[in-house]
């Protein structure tokens, strides 16, 4: 059973691994000409996905308390980085007033992955309770994370196209900021708790 679940929480992982890794892709093309702040920084949380799903990885194929203590920490470490990143680029956005562009094809992966994320969150939530693995119970929770930041975003990106609020983007990217640091805190917090 426990080998049964371990093979289902890789495949969850690299599912996700796929998934971001394309859409890094897709989302760095759109936030270009976009000059999109939210676009560029959920194409960064997607890169700080990547790093945990590649972590988590590492983590179930020796589940030993002290690899995932590190696992924890090396998460919690790439949230608090990308948090300081989109900070500083909505501080230049807004001094500078970057009105950032349209971009439908942003807007249709956002939508998909924000569907996609949530699915994934639910099945290495559940594959981490049964396997009693706190790195994957914690992963889960940022690829909810990943997929509440994607409603978000959507939410800045729609308002910027269909209103022309400018300053969506921004927000949205705040948003990232909070999530960001509210889940490095958290996986870092959790190092002291692994057994």
């Given at each position: 059973?426990?080998?049964?679940?371990?093979?289902?929480?890789?495949f969850?992982?690299?599912t996700t691994?796929?998934?971001n890794v394309i859409?890094?892709?897709?989302?760095?093309?759109a936030?270009g000409?976009a000059?999109?702040?939210?676009?560029?920084g959920?194409?960064?949380d997607s890169?700080?996905?990547?790093f945990?799903?590649?972590?988590?990885?590492?983590?179930?194929n020796?589940?030993g308390p002290?690899?995932q203590r590190?696992?924890?920490?090396?998460i919690g470490?790439?949230?608090?980085?990308?948090?300081?990143?989109?900070?500083?680029?909505?501080?230049y956005?807004?001094?500078?007033?970057?009105?950032?562009?349209s971009?439908?094809g942003?807007?249709a992966?956002?939508?998909?992955t924000?569907v996609v994320m949530?699915?994934?969150?639910?099945?290495?939530?559940k594959?981490?309770?049964?396997?009693?693995?706190?790195?994957?119970q914690t992963?889960?929770h940022?690829?909810l994370?990943d997929a509440?930041?994607?409603g978000a975003?959507?939410?800045?990106?729609?308002?910027n196209?269909?209103?022309?609020?400018w300053w969506?983007d921004?927000l949205a990217?705040?948003v990232?900021?909070?999530?960001?640091l509210?889940?490095g805190?958290?996986?870092?917090?959790?190092?002291t708790?692994?057994?």
């Amino acid at each position: 059973m426990t080998t049964t679940l371990r093979m289902r929480g890789l495949f969850l992982e690299y599912t996700t691994l796929g998934w971001n890794v394309i859409g890094v892709v897709v989302l760095l093309a759109a936030a270009g000409p976009a000059r999109s702040v939210a676009l560029v920084g959920f194409g960064l949380d997607s890169l700080i996905e990547i790093f945990a799903s590649v972590v988590v990885i590492w983590q179930l194929n020796d589940a030993g308390p002290e690899r995932q203590r590190r696992a924890l920490r090396l998460i919690g470490i790439a949230f608090l980085i990308l948090a300081l990143y989109i900070l500083g680029q909505i501080g230049y956005s807004l001094l500078t007033h970057v009105h950032p562009a349209s971009s439908r094809g942003g807007i249709a992966w956002i939508a998909a992955t924000c569907v996609v994320m949530l699915l994934l969150a639910w099945g290495k939530k559940k594959t981490g309770e049964q396997l009693n693995n706190p790195v994957l119970q914690t992963e889960s929770h940022v690829t909810l994370i990943d997929a509440l930041l994607a409603g978000a975003v959507l939410l800045g990106l729609v308002l910027n196209s269909l209103l022309g609020w400018w300053w969506a983007d921004s927000l949205a990217g705040l948003v990232i900021v909070y999530y960001g640091l509210k889940e490095g805190l958290h996986a870092m917090s959790q190092t002291t708790t692994v057994a």
